[in-house]
């Protein structure tokens, strides 16, 4: 099952920042913290991850809170492109079948522009 | 390379009849990993390798599933006496194996329908 909650759905204006939270309070000390995004008849396309600090990269940032209980996907000045569902995972230590990537619902984007 | 590739990219058949779906990943990624995902939902773990060694299966993969990866480069699944059920997008992924810390590259799937 999955382990992370998120809103269902997320509306936005396009040119503004978007802060897309989830929640893993049974996060544990090897998780790392993985975000997708599936835009409509694609596969998921990889985004970010983290495990303790912050983190950026051209796509979006990271934010981890302290505690990683919770964390934030922002993206910086969102696009029409951005419109997708967003997907939070925690992914552990590849022991085994562990490790593997168990998507949630996600949340919906929406971009307005 | 250019990513995860996946063929067909749509199938339509009959119940009752067999489909097989390939994948070709990216040509470093010792894993390989197939889901499948209906409307609406995020995409369900069915199976992965590890080279050329299957190693696990989710209860979600019937007798009906089997899945292949010779010489661990492509792989196929291929699903017999397919049902209505069956109906979904079945997408392919790959990566390197490394404490979690790499990303999966999706294919963009093959949707299958069953009539």
């Known amino acids: 099952d999955a382990k992370t909650t998120q809103p269902n759905s997320m509306e936005s204006n396009e040119e503004e920042p978007v802060h897309l939270p989830c929640n893993h309070s049974?996060?544990?000390?090897?998780?790392?913290i993985h975000w997708y995004r599936q835009l409509p008849s694609q596969g998921p396309e990889y985004v970010i991850h983290?495990?303790?600090s912050n983190v950026n990269n051209r796509m979006a940032s990271l934010a981890i809170a302290e505690d990683r209980k919770s964390s934030t996907l922002i993206l910086h000045r969102a696009t029409l492109r951005d419109a997708a569902v967003y997907y939070c995972?925690?992914?552990?230590?590849?022991?085994?079948?562990?490790?593997?990537?168990?998507f949630g619902k996600g949340t919906k984007l929406s971009v307005k522009p | 390379d250019t990513g995860v590739s996946q063929n067909p990219r749509h199938k339509i058949t009959k119940r009752g009849q067999n489909v097989t779906f390939r994948c070709d990943p990216i040509?470093?990624?010792?894993?390989l990993y197939w889901y499948r995902q209906t409307l609406g939902q995020g995409p369900e773990f069915l199976t992965y390798?590890?080279?050329?060694?299957?190693?696990?299966k989710s209860r979600l993969l019937s007798d009906r599933f089997s899945a292949e990866r010779p010489k661990g480069s492509f792989s196929t699944l291929e699903i017999q006496r397919t049902e209505q059920g069956d109906s979904a997008m079945y997408l392919c992924?790959?990566?390197?194996?490394?404490?979690?810390?790499?990303?999966?590259?999706f294919g963009s799937g093959t949707r299958l329908t069953v009539v």
């Open positions: 049974t996060i544990s000390g090897t998780d790392y």
């Open positions: 992924a790959s990566s390197l194996s490394g404490q979690g810390i790499y990303g999966y590259t």
């Open positions: 995972i925690l992914r552990g230590i590849e022991v085994g079948s562990q490790g593997n990537l168990i």
């Open positions: 983290g495990l303790t």
């Open positions: 390798f590890q080279n050329e060694a299957q190693l696990e």
């Open positions: 040509s470093e990624h010792n894993r």
